[in-house]
């Protein structure tokens, strides 16, 4: 299915999503990019292509992953109904699965030799690693030294699973900074190596490959509604890092207009601080890591350092089709800050003995904020991108649970 909104392409021919995404690269890595657009495009219609993935999704991933009514929450909150997609019970514990699973058969397929790739909390590193092992192609994996001490759960896994791990130490040695290392690596050999990229972001065609291997979550979730109560939900919400687990949750009721779409963004320490990453709300128009897109940059145009408490959303840029959602309204993109996104990960941990990954506490963050405004008869989902695991240790000695 080719996806448009109000007539604007999903993007167009050349990847522009209105005006934003494109290829902003050396010349050499826009061969690349059209070299892995054109297999992309090619293979991806087959059947062949089409089984595996399906296969894969179903009985290696595990999915669908399932709709819950989070009864006990709602009845605390005493408004909307808020409903939990699943996706913290995929193999892997993330969304993430759904794209390296793609990338990785996209590699297969073109013959490549080495997939590379950045990781903010880990959860992209450890599922292209997964997805590599399976399909029995050499991976490596850039990561902050910052975000390595504090995800060291999933740093082991890579490990474990047979990736090769560089440590990025330079600038703020966070997400950023593994996106410019992963990508300096690509650029030694785009011809026999591929660089999966772990969200809707980077050069066309990643922003609408990523979105289109992640759209499955939105599909089920308006079957699952469907089957449920018999109509769209009311609110789809999802935390915004890159954007790719919420553009999963939005593809299939872009159309839609009577079903809201939310994205959060991390406010940090606040909006009014330069502790914080929310891209969309506070950013502007420019560009970054080889696309058109919001970012958060000072007057000499260079990315801001960003700051969230959850290591896979403190990201200066976005995907571009985000930032053309939010420039045509379709989309309300809103913020949580750390504080609020720590309640609702214990929140959402003892009343419903499901612990979400930080990154996926800013969803719930806003259902705790916004779920008693509205009546009963609204129902909300609310995407769970990953589970906490990862984050565990680091929550306890935040909160002196040690
Ligand atoms: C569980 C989880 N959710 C969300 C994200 C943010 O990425 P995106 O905005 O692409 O979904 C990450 C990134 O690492 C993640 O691990």
């Known amino acids: 299915m080719e996806h448009q909104i109000n007539g604007i392409a999903l993007p167009n021919r050349e990847g522009f999503f209105g005006v934003y995404g494109g290829q902003f690269i050396p010349p050499d890595l826009k061969q690349a990019m059209d070299d892995i657009n054109a297999a992309y495009e090619q293979i991806r219609h087959t059947e062949e292509f089409q089984d595996e993935l399906k296969d894969l999704f179903a009985n290696y991933v595990g999915r669908p992953s399932p709709l819950f009514f989070a009864k006990r929450l ?6 909307a109904e808020i409903y939990l997609k699943r996706e913290d019970l995929n193999h892997t514990g993330a969304h993430k699965i759904n794209h390296c699973l793609g990338e990785a058969l996209l590699a297969k397929y073109m013959g490549k030799t080495k997939v590379i790739a950045e990781t903010g909390a880990g959860q992209h590193g450890v599922a292209l690693a997964t997805a590599c092992a399976l399909v029995g192609i050499p991976c490596e994996i850039h990561m902050g030294q910052v975000d390595i ?12 699973l047979g990736a090769r791990l560089i440590s990025v130490t330079r600038g703020t040695a966070t997400l950023k900074d593994a996106v410019d290392s992963a990508f300096e690596e690509y650029l030694k050999d785009p011809k026999n190596y591929i660089y999966a990229i772990g969200s809707v972001v980077g050069p066309h065609p990643f922003p609408m490959m990523v979105r289109d291997f992640q759209a499955i979550i ?4 308006k079957v699952q509604t469907s089957a449920r109560f018999g109509a769209n939900p009311d609110y789809v919400v999802a935390c915004v890092g890159g954007g790719s687990n919420a553009l999963g949750a939005f593809t299939a009721f872009l159309n839609d207009p009577d079903v809201k779409l939310v994205g959060v963004e991390p406010a940090g320490h606040g909006l009014d601080t330069d502790m914080h990453s929310a891209t969309l709300t506070l950013g502007k128009p420019s560009q970054i890591h080889g696309m058109a897109c919001y970012v958060l940059e000072n007057d000499q145009g260079e990315p801001l350092p960003v700051h969230s408490i959850a ?3 403190d990201y200066p840029g976005v995907g571009p089709q985000h930032s053309l959602l939010k420039d045509l309204g379709r989309v309300e993109y809103t913020t949580a800050t750390d504080q609020e996104c720590l309640d609702a990960f214990m929140t ?27 009546g009963k008869d609204i129902k909300i989902v609310v995407n769970i991108s990953g589970r906490g695991d990862k984050d565990a240790d680091y929550v306890a000695a935040k909160l002196g649970l040690n």
């Open 74 to 79: 709602t009845d605390q909150l005493g408004g």
């Open 311 to 313: 290591s896979g959303l």
């Open 149 to 160: 001490e504090k995800e060291h759960p999933n740093v082991v896994k890579m490990k474990i």
């Open 218 to 221: 939105g599909e089920e979730i």
């Open 348 to 374: 959402l941990s003892r009343v419903e003995g499901i612990v979400p990954a930080l990154e996926s506490s800013h969803a719930v963050a806003w259902a705790l904020r916004e779920a008693p405004k509205l």
